[in-house]
């Protein structure tokens, strides 16, 4: 499996942007794909998380400012972030997890957020 996320950019607070992620390969091996981050001197961590079935997970942060959602015809996952903040700064990365068990990563892409 191979993912490329794009979409990042410079934005001012509150402003909105939008992450893809397109898998290829072997994606009818592919149930959950979620979106990182990781700012400077912290862990990468879960933003958003969508299932195959469509289950949805959001850190809380992020609840009520982002929608995650799947095109699975179209092997993508998108990220919708709106009333962004400096602190959504970070570096997003998709990963996908797979049956049986592996996780695939994508290259980041850079969100910063000027205040």
């Known amino acids: 499996v191979q993912l490329q996320a794009s979409g990042g950019g410079l934005v001012q607070a509150g402003g909105s942007l939008r992450l893809s992620c397109a898998a290829r390969?072997?994606?009818?091996?592919?149930?959950?794909i979620g979106w990182y981050r990781q700012a400077p001197g912290k862990q990468r961590e879960l933003v958003a998380s969508?299932?195959?079935?469509?289950?949805?997970h959001y850190e809380a942060s992020v609840k009520d400012r982002f929608t995650i959602s799947r095109d699975n015809a179209k092997n993508t996952v998108f990220l919708q972030m709106n009333t962004l903040k400096p602190e959504d700064t970070a570096v997003y990365y998709c990963?996908?997890?797979?049956?049986?068990?592996?996780?695939?990563w994508g290259q980041g892409t850079q969100v910063t957020v000027s205040s």
């Open positions: 990963a996908a997890d797979t049956w049986p068990g592996s996780r695939y």
């Open positions: 969508i299932s195959r079935g469509g289950s949805i």
């Open positions: 390969g072997s994606t009818r091996s592919i149930d959950t």
